[in-house]
Structure formats: structure tokens, C-alpha cells
């Protein structure tokens, strides 16, 4: 649909990057298509290295989805890693998609997927190597529209200032209708940027963040948001959901890579959604309502997937594997294909309790790493605030069955700065550590075995929109690094090793999860002082963000360390995601009073999903 | 029980992938192929295939070699149809042949690597008979050192370094065409664990000789080594003082 662009040329490049695999774009299973006139010409762009964002099931998806349609051309683009940036800037080359090395400006969509909120400045860089104008605002109208989506667009009010369009829910169905719709209205010869704008934000999910403004209070908070639209208003603003997983297209083939991937494998996704109702965590209020795949559509799958790539290790995700309803079933069958097939099987850490005595064998025989539980607190009353069912006995008893079997690596995963958190829940972790560690004494030397690895990993709670915790303050910098050493001092045993990430990424992580539309500066402005690659500890740069809040006047404490009331407007009110806010209100409240909330299975909360969605094959 | 040697030409874009992420691509080449392989024992099952030697990222070439065990034979030119079709563009499998269990690994059988190599110089106008003497000049030195990396033992931190001579690893290193700024060489270096040398070291010591060469003779501007093309054309084993290819070797 736009006028074919001169290819860049890498091949005199490549001999000077790191993994020049990286950027050949012929992987096994990527699409190839001769470009035609007639075309829609989208651009899928990961924030992060081809590594990261290679191993991102959504992107092999979206890829496929729309590569399957005649019409369509959809190809890769990820953030380059050094060496090709500094030889891209240096020769004046514009950032290309991978299979055709087009530069992007020749693309009719350039699609970012907002997975972590410490990936945002690599999206201006990614649409500053490619000329294209950061600000929507700033966009002419042969500029590529630039979509945003994924679980970050919840609240993607920080971002907003350079979307055209910004995409809430699964994308399974809205993308195609979007590009269909744009592909019409230039066929019709109708399309101006403008008229297309008023006619895609009346799609359910699609927000256009231009139609709307912000009104603020003098104390900073958010006073009204607006549509500047006629018969404008936020009621299309409600998120997109797939109501039948096992109806819901699925490629029966993925991209392959070259080079070593973070998840270099088969990846099968058993259901959507979650039970559990953690209250800190945004995945299992966002993805609700549940819907499973039945056990026919995931054999059929993983024997497609194995056939198509020549994979030779399958794995399952969900954010909580052992919920599935057939869970035995389907371990039964990976671990057929474990033996008939010689394919290696990754399974997550199950709950085991749930499982008979031989299939706990069975499981063994294929699980080849260390065990992972996150009890994410250390003491009962904590994991009660936050709603994490599960006991210390639970855990206790897990154990010990693995050292029993001869297990001798095992993982445990907590939070600091969880609400309500004192120090004597910190040394609960302490505590619970050491508890494991008696467990592993108290099995019999010749049935352990040696050299036994506790590697405890703390991560920073940060508070995120849409949870029962969006209202919380974040622990300040200090805080969290008095906590880590109080933890620190106490973990010193030759066989633990403590891990935790530096307090200064969750703190700016945490203004971005939970911030407004001005954010849009700071980031710009981040990204001018040099900030990029923020997720990565090595690259990222606190006190170049501080100065950016700084010269735009803002506060990161008023983002990140304020505890918001009820009754204030929060930044991305006007979505909704089918979970109520009473809802979420009762369960902060619940959270105050240290009192639990039982899983969809066992007693429906009434967080009014199965009100505001209808699904197949789920809990609602 | 079968095994199968196979020769394959890696040419194009092939040539960024490293030898490890080759081996995994075989791996599932062969799996989607539906190719009938042995599998090691033990928890974590791998298809039982060995390389004859690592060509270093960016190398083409036409003969690299594998050894690959199948559960049963089948024949040749359904096998390299069958693996052809999956093969990405730049690979392919082009010559193969069933050998007895009891013959030695590619790994201990590989000698020699025939190279060609295209370099275009900083100098416009190359004079044939100048690189001619260069070269001459280069071989007839008493030795050529180069500086390698000695294996680091346990527990030691600091990276040591030795000087080898080179020069017996050189059997053949000559000129094929003199095109503008563009010279063609030919050479065959040994490999393999008799003693080793990489094309691009050869590159780089000749290199620094003619820029000595050159500089002694106050040449106007510095010889420099624009770009490199380096092809691998063969890989050899001695056989009663002739060289054949490995499966040659093996008839």
C-alpha cells in the first residue's frame, strides 16, 4: 500500500557485529512473500534483542496470524544490539525488518508489543532509527501508524503521546480487523490518517489516545480524561478477549532460530487466565476470565509444533501449570513423547501434592533441572495479605520429597516491599530458608544427594494497575536496600545464595506502571540523555532518569511512593478490563485484614468477569 | 545400524552461522525430515552426528563433512532428497556414502583445508608480479610467528601467550588472478590435530609482511586489506602421499 522503499544494505555490516545470525531474517519457518502494490506491510517490533523477544510466544502468533493472510505482510523487528546500532548510526542507515530489509518508513504499521514498562525507550530508539518521528503528534501522513499492545497497554497512558493506536486484550481478532479496515479504506481509496483514526477507535479495544485529553488537579492527580471527539466516549475501551481457546487460531508451525534463544523451544499454552488470584499480581487479574485448551487441541498442537520445527524439547505455559484440569493427562502424554520421540519435556514446577506417587516418578524422569517454588513471602500472615495459597507445610513437604528423590538444587522466590511487610516478615524468608535447608539434613546421607544449592531470589513488589494493590505505595530506594541487607546478613550459609535485582529499576519500573499521560516527557526526555535497554542492569542509568524527572518537573515519588485513596481518578480508569473496582477494593480490604480469598474453582469472588465476558471451556 | 558420511556445501548467508548453531540445525533438519537417527542413551537423548572441523563465522564452503548414525539404512539420494528439502538456502547435502563403524572419526582424519581467497587491497592498480615476489618473499622466510593464546590451566587467571612458527603449516599458498584492487589466492594449510592455521591468520600475517615489504620501499600509500572472501573448497587426508577428499578417502 505504500511505494516501494530501497533495501538496506547490511551485507558489509554483518562481518563486524556479534550473532550476525541475528539479523538474517530466513529463519526456519519465516515468511516470504513478493512484495506487491496492493499489500498491507506491518512491522511486528520487539523492544529488546532478537534473544528476548525471539522467545516471546505472542510475536509467533500475531507473525503467523497475519502472515496466513494473502494480503498481508507481516515481518520482524527487534532492538539491535550495539555493535549494529553504532554501525547502522554510523553509516546512516535506517533500522530495517529482518526478512525483507526494507527500512521501516516503508511499512504501513509498525507494531510494538509493551511486555515489561523498562522497554519503552527502546521504542523511540527503534522509531528513531527508522526516521520515523517519535511523537504521534510530530507524524506525517505517510509516516507508519504505530500500534501499541500487549500487557503493558493496560495502562499505557506513559507511552501514550506516540501511538496512533493502542490496542487492549488479546490481539488474535482486533489486529486483523484493524488492518483490515485500513486495508478497505485505501482500496476505496478512502483512507486519509485522520478518517481512518475515527473509524478504527470505533472497534472495541481500540484506543486512540489523540482523540482524548487529560485534565489534572493542582495537586498533580488525574481530574478528568476527555474525549475530543463528537459522540466520542470511553465506552469502546474495553479490553478484547478470546471466548474459545481451542477455536482461537494457533500456528501449527514456529519460527526457528539460528542462534541460541531464552526459550529455544516448543512452547505449548495450555490455558489463559488464572484461579489464583495473587493480589500483587497484574497477569491474574488482567488475563481473567480462565479458558482452558482441551487436552485433544494440545496433543494436536505439540505433535503439529514438533513436526514442523524438529524441535527437540517441548515446555507448557500458563501462569500456573498445575491448574489445568487434565494436568495428569497431559503430562502422561509429553512423557510418551519423551520416550517414543527422543523429545526432551521442560515441565514447570508443579504443585506435587496434586499428583499420585507414580506420576510424581514419572515426572522425574523427565524433569532434568532443580525445583522452583515462589512462596513470594515469608510468613503466613504475609502470604495471607497477598493472597498466596500456599502453606509453609506445602512447601516443607515438597522439599523434602525432592531431596528424596535426589534433588540437590532448588529455588525459592520472594518479594520485598509486599504491603503491610516488616522486618520480621523479611526474617521470616530468613527463617523459611533455613527450614528448607533442615529438610535436606534430615533425609539420610546415602539417599541425598551432595552438594546441595539453595539459590534464594528476592524481586521488588511493584505495585500495578488493575490489581488489589494499584492503590499502594512503592518502598522507597533506602528502604529497599535496608531490606535486602538485613536479608543478606542473615542468608550466609556455604549452601544459599541470595540474588536480588538493584531497588533502582523497580523504582522507575514502578512510576511507569502506574503513571500518566506527562510521563510521555520524561520517557522522551530519558531516551535524549541517553536511556535505553533500561531492563538490563548493566545498561540501565538511574541517575539519567532522575535528572529527566527533574527537567520535566515531575516527581518519581508522587508516582511510585504515594498511597493513592479511593476516591482518586487513577490514569487508566477510563479501561475496562470486565474486573470490577469494588472488587478490587474488597480485596485490598481483605488484604488489610489478613484474610484469604479461595480460588474461582472453589468459590466464585464475584470480580464480575463472567458478567462482563462470555467464554468457553473456563471457570465463569 | 548405519552410519553415514555425508558431504555438504554451506555458501550465502550459511556462512553467519557458527558451527555450534550448525550442529543444532542439523539436528533438526533431520528431525523434521523424518530421518531415521540413533539416539544416545541417558535423560537427556541427543542424535548421535560428529563434524569434521569448525570453519570459523564467515567462511564459505563446498566440503564439510559428517558422520551420522541411523537406525537402519536407507539410501543415499532418498536421504539427501528427504534432508535438501528442509535444508535452509545455502546449505546442502551433496555427496555420501555408508562407512564401516570401525573407521577412524572425521575429526582424526582431517589434514588438510584447501582455501580460496579473494582480498581487495587498498591499492587500485595491483601489479601481478609484485604480489608474485610477496609472496615468494613471505614463504622464503626462515620462520613465520605468530602469537597464540596458551591454554589457560586450572584456577590460573592471567591469559598467557606463546609464539609458534607457522611456517610448516603452509603447503601451498599461491597466486590465481590479479583483477584491479581484487587478487585471488589459492592455499592449503594444514589442520586438523597434527597442527592447525586459519585462513584469516594467513590473511593477516601476510599482511603485516608487505606492509613491512612496502614500507621500506616508501610506497605512496599504506597496503592495506580492504575486505576479505575466504571459501573452503576441500577438506584432505593423506593416502600413500595423495590427497583425497573424506570420503574419497574412505572408497
Known sequence: ?620 | MAILRGKFSKTGEMKYISHLDIVRLFHRVLRRAGINMSYSQGFNPHPIISFATALSLGVESQGEYFDLKLDEEIPFREFKEKVNEHMPRGIKIVEGKYIDSKQDSLMSMVEYSDYKIALDFSVEEMNERLVKEWIAGFLEQETIMITRKKKKKRRQRRQEYKEVDVKPLIKNFTVEKVEGRSVVFHTLLTTGSKGNLKPEDLIQLFEKYVQNQSASKELEQPLEIMSKRIKRNDLYHEVNGELKNLIDAVR
Open chain 1, 1 to 620: 500500500m505504500k511505494e516501494e522503499m530501497m533495501k538496506v544494505q547490511i551485507d558489509d555490516l554483518l562481518m563486524n557485529v556479534e550473532k550476525p545470525a541475528r539479523y538474517l531474517g530466513n529463519e526456519m519457518n519465516a515468511a516470504h512473500k513478493e512484495i506487491t502494490r496492493d499489500m498491507v506491510r506491518f512491522a511486528f517490533a520487539f523492544p529488546d534483542t532478537y534473544e528476548i523477544g525471539m522467545s516471546h510466544l505472542g510475536m509467533q502468533i500475531l507473525y503467523h496470524l497475519l502472515n496466513e493472510q494473502e494480503d498481508i505482510f507481516c515481518e520482524r523487528v527487534f532492538s539491535p544490539n550495539e555493535d549494529m546500532e553504532n554501525l547502522l548510526r554510523k553509516n546512516n542507515r535506517s533500522l530495517f525488518a529482518l526478512e525483507t530489509k526494507s527500512p521501516l518508513k516503508a511499512f504501513d504499521f509498525i507494531g510494538f508489543t509493551l511486555q515489561y514498562e523498562l522497554s519503552y525507550t527502546n521504542i523511540l530508539n527503534i522509531l528513531e532509527m527508522g526516521n520515523i518521528p517519535l511523537f504521534q503528534k510530530d507524524r506525517k501522513e505517510e509516516d507508519p501508524l504505530v500500534i501499541l499492545g500487549g500487557p503493558c497497554s493496560y495502562n499505557p497512558e506513559p507511552i501514550a503521546d506516540f501511538a496512533d493506536i493502542i490496542v487492549l486484550g488479546e490481539g488474535e481478532e482486533i489486529t486483523l480487523e484493524i488492518v483490515n479496515l485500513y486495508k478497505e479504506m485505501k482500496k476505496n481509496q478512502k483512507y486519509q490518517k485522520s478518517e481512518f483514526l475515527q473509524e478504527v477507535s470505533k472497534i472495541e479495544g481500540v484506543y486512540v489516545p489523540s482523540h482524548f485529553t487529560v485534565e489534572y488537579h493542582m495537586d498533580g492527580t488525574v481530574k478528568a480524561v476527555r474525549s475530543i471527539e463528537e459522540n466520542g466516549g470511553t465506552k469502546n475501551l474495553k479490553k478484547r478477549i478470546i471466548e474459545d481457546l481451542d477455536e482461537a487460531y494457533f500456528p501449527d508451525k514456529i519460527l526457528v532460530p539460528y542462534i541460541d534463544t531464552v526459550h529455544n523451544r516448543v512452547v505449548l499454552e495450555i490455558f489463559r487466565g488464572c484461579i489464583r488470584g495473587c493480589r500483587f499480581c497484574q497477569a491474574g487479574m488482567i488475563y481473567r476470565p480462565v479458558r482452558e485448551r482441551s487436552l485433544d487441541k494440545l496433543q494436536k498442537m505439540a505433535h503439529d509444533l514438533l513436526q514442523n520445527t524438529g524441535y527437540e524439547e517441548i515446555s507448557l505455559a500458563s501462569l500456573s501449570s498445575s491448574d489445568y484440569t487434565e494436568i495428569e493427562a497431559l503430562i502422561k502424554h509429553l512423557i510418551e513423547i519423551n520416550q517414543e520421540d527422543h523429545i526432551g519435556v521442560s515441565l514447570p514446577s508443579l504443585r506435587l501434592d496434586n499428583f499420585s506417587k507414580e506420576m510424581i516418578e514419572e515426572i522425574q524422569k523427565v524433569r532434568k533441572t532443580g525445583l522452583t517454588f515462589a512462596p513470594e513471602a515469608g510468613s503466613q500472615r504475609l502470604r495471607d495479605v497477598i493472597n498466596k495459597n500456599i502453606t509453609e507445610e506445602d512447601l516443607l513437604t515438597s522439599a523434602k520429597e525432592a531431596f528424596e528423590m535426589g534433588y540437590n538444587n532448588i529455588k525459592l522466590y520472594f518479594m520485598i516491599g509486599l504491603p503491610t511487610e516488616t522486618d520480621d516478615d523479611i526474617l521470616g524468608i530468613k527463617d523459611l530458608v533455613y527450614k528448607v535447608l533442615n529438610e535436606y539434613h534430615s533425609v539420610p546421607k546415602e539417599q541425598r544427594a551432595g552438594g546441595l544449592k539453595i539459590t534464594v531470589s528476592t524481586s521488588t513488589f511493584v505495585p500495578k494497575a488493575f490489581t488489589p494493590f494499584q492503590w499502594e505505595e512503592q518502598i522507597t530506594l533506602e528502604e529497599i536496600h535496608r531490606r535486602q541487607s538485613l536479608l543478606k546478613e542473615t542468608l550466609t550459609h556455604r549452601s544459599i545464595n541470595y540474588n536480588y535485582h538493584d531497588g533502582k529499576t523497580s523504582v522507575v519500573e514502578g512510576a511507569f506502571a502506574r503513571g500518566d499521560r506527562r510521563l510521555s516527557k520524561v520517557l522522551h526526555r530519558a531516551y535524549r540523555l541517553g536511556c535505553k535497554f533500561d531492563g538490563w542492569d548493566d545498561r540501565f542509568n538511574y541517575q539519567k532518569w532522575m535528572e529527566a524527572f527533574e527537567l520535566e518537573g515531575l516527581s518519581l515519588a508522587f508516582y511510585s511512593h504515594r498511597n493513592r485513596g479511593y476516591e482518586e481518578l487513577l490514569p487508566w480508569e477510563h479501561f475496562d478490563i470486565g474486573v470490577n473496582k469494588s472488587f478490587l477494593i474488597n480485596e485490598n480490604e481483605k488484604a488489610k485484614s489478613e484474610e484469604v480469598t479461595a480460588d474461582c474453582r472453589l468459590n466464585c469472588s464475584g470480580c464480575g468477569i463472567n458478567k462482563n465476558f462470555t467464554t468457553k471451556r473456563g471457570v465463569c
